[in-house]
């Protein structure tokens, strides 16, 4: 699609959205990702993204582009920072699926905010306002949202060992955790709205802090304590491995302010249940990169690599397992 | 717990096969030489350690499953066999011998990991 196609296609949407005097100066496209495409909408009002479904493949289940509008309304809302959505694209002639949202600021990319001499206070508060955001998120109920679907943790073992076991390597490590995690589920007893990818890369950072959470793809209803895991597992820590929250936080300082904005108890071997499912995750999904690469699907040397990185998830896996065989608790005592 | 796809030659594979493209972009350019380079490196750690690692994770198995096959893949699939069927729980002795191999992979794979 080319942008004049786009721009043609959206100036009614727009005029619609933001009033008739509001023309659209510039169409760019930012990222050609492989379930989406994102567009810069420059306008005489405001800057604008759309998003539009790509139609590619991608690892699990994406919601489509629809119910991801839907969704980061809803959390929008319930008072999480995300882009206001203006307009739902369904079925349109020349666009076909997407959305029309308000371009926020800030920073996404994980090496400069955990560098970035201009946000070192920025990131001393960091996991307080990543707690609050996700206990407002957590605080949608699965009957506000009925159109998303329910990936529990039983749901989401078998989808991932499927998988796993489709590349046919007979790896110990990953046995023994879809093992263990299979034999462990914590009780949820009310499942709620989770992103599903909540982690450095899907926030834009400003020198006031989290100004907006990205990437609603991956949302689902299911245990809430699977954001707060995702956010320790130790590849979204990045050059910070001692961090143990996101490459800025401690687990501690999560919990207690979650406790706090949330109004409930966090059991700190839940959470760990949950940092030991999302590295199990990110293990399969390393191995669906690199097969999709040894399956000609998409021929690319990074994704090569990526597969080879299955050795740091067994190392991480086996950290935490370890923790657990030998009765340790998860505060480290 | 073996080594992964893809294999030495499939990763010298990718890299020929970047490197035989015409450049289209020289920032995105940038990014994939380094990836290709990293991938050059790892395959020579591999070639300088993997037979010292295989025997290393031969013997580890051989003790943990009280086996005296030698064949690695094969005390592989037992190990996997054992902890999928329920027979090896998980316990100290299981996981202190599993990671004592997963540091030698990262060796090969990425030595500046291990905390």
Known sequence: MTPATVQEALQPIVADALGPECRIDQCRRLTAGASAATWWVGTTQQPLILRLEAGGEQFGTGVGKTVEAKTQQAAGDAGAPVAKVFCILEDHPQLGNGYLMQALEGESLAPKILKAPELEAVRAGLTRQCAEALAKIHSISSAELPFLPLQDAAEQLDSLQRIHHSFGE????????????????????????????????????????????????????????????????????????????????????????????????????????????????????CQYQAYSHLNNQVRSVERAAIGRRVAETEYDMLQLLNAIAHNINAEGK | MPLNRPTQDELLEAVAEYLSQPVVDTTADRFYRRVACNVVELVRREQALQSGFQNNERQHLKLLLADDEDSVIELNRRLHQAIASGDLPLSPTLTEALLAIAKLKLDIDNPRYAL
């Open chain 1, 170 to 285: 007979t790896l110990p490590v990953f046995t023994l955790a879809f093992r263990w995690l299979s034999d462990n589920i914590p009780p949820c007893p009310q499942p709620a709205l989770v992103h599903g990818d909540f982690r450095l890369g899907n926030f834009l950072i400003t020198e006031q802090g989290l100004n907006g959470i990205l990437d609603w793809e991956l949302t689902h209803l299911g245990d809430p304590m699977e954001d707060l895991g995702w956010l320790c597992v130790r590849a979204w820590r990045f050059n910070r491995p001692d961090k143990t929250v996101g490459g800025f936080g401690d687990r501690h300082q999560l919990i207690e302010a979650y406790e706090q904005a949330r109004g409930v108890q966090v059991n700190p071997e839940h959470l760990r249940y949950w940092e030991l499912f999302g590295t199990l995750k990110w293990g399969v999904i």
